[in-house]
């Protein structure tokens, strides 16, 4: 387990309670789970992700995340319509845990309230929440 001043964090992306990120990329929003939360689950053995046009609410569970340790669900940051799911998790679901903010994120949504992004932690919030 990493110690909290060893996790990659980004001050781009939005975070939520959960421990899923969210991160506007032109039109649409892209999601993963934090450095903290793969590095909580251990070795990802698998990913399950919705269908491109799946739709959720905020808060929505939209697939699970599967390691050596445990199966965990996910939960959407921002509602919305799938738009693309990173298919390279099917053979390589380790990328999550190797680089989960590039190579290992999960899916892409067209939101559909822009704003909920304002809602997600800032890096600074995230941390102060994960020392307790």
Do not use: C
Not at 92 to 120: C, F, H, I, R
């Amino acid at each position: 387990m990493k110690a909290i001043s060893e996790l990659n964090l980004p001050e781009d992306v939005g975070y939520t309670d959960d421990h899923e990120w969210a991160k506007s990329v032109g039109e649409v929003v892209r999601i993963g789970i934090s450095d903290y939360a793969q590095d909580q689950l251990g070795d990802v053995v698998f990913v399950e992700l919705p269908e491109v046009g799946s739709s959720f609410a905020k808060g929505d569970e939209f697939g699970t995340v599967e390691s050596v340790k445990a199966v965990s669900e996910l939960y959407m940051p921002v509602g919305g319509e799938v738009t693309a799911v990173n298919a390279t998790l099917t053979d390589q679901p380790e990328l999550v845990n190797t680089d989960p903010y590039e190579g290992g994120w999960m899916l892409e949504v067209k939101p559909g309230d822009p704003s909920e992004l304002d809602a997600l932690k800032s890096k600074a919030d995230y941390l102060d929440m994960l020392k307790g």
